[in-house]
């Protein structure tokens, strides 16, 4: 029955990786506070989107998981289906590097990359404490921490370059349904308006009163 086993540990394997994504981004590198390496890595790529971990460290990193993981792993499900969690788990891995990177520098060709796109934004731009998944929502809704917004603010100087039309310097057409800029300024200007606003409410509310 290797047939049925091999690829349901690869498929085993690829599922554990976005749990040890959502796991790793929420309490290790948001909870973590920068009190950790990987949370300084992490609270980098916030303050710089254009700033990700070195390759090297990565490397790394996974390097170590992976000596670690097999052996035990290989005693308990047998040498096939044990290598067979080990590679899904990697090239979920990668996938999920691949598909992060191109979050940031490439525009949406699709549903699902526009989707991923707003879901990873909103975390970056709105709301660091939700959405802590990136390939998938499913960790999210299972720990309740999803929120899908219709419109993402993004701060101007910490636009993604495929967003803005050169022409413009404004959101590009095609992604004006998902997305607004925020410029400095912007969220005083909002809180003062709707100061006014309210003055002037109740102002009428006290004359005809
Ligand atoms: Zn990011
Ligand atoms: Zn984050």
Sequence with gaps: MWWLTIPAAFVGGAFLWSFAEYAMHNWRGHKGKGKNPFSREHLAHHADSDYFTPTYKKVR?????????????????GIGAGVA?????LASYIGYEVLHRR????????PYGRWARKHHFYHHFSRPNLNHGVTSPI?????????????????ARKAMSWLIDPETGDVADAYAADYVLVRRGDKRREREARKTRKAAQSASASASA
Excluded: K
């Design 85 to 89: 969690i080990v590679a899904g788990f």
């Design 103 to 110: 979050i940031h520098t490439h525009p949406p060709t699709g």
């Design 139 to 155: 960790w999210d809704a299972v720990f309740r921490t999803l929120e899908q917004p219709d419109v993402v603010r993004v701060p």
């Design 61 to 77: 990193t996974a390097s170590v998981i992976t000596l670690l993981a097999l052996p035990p792993l290989v005693w308990a499900a």
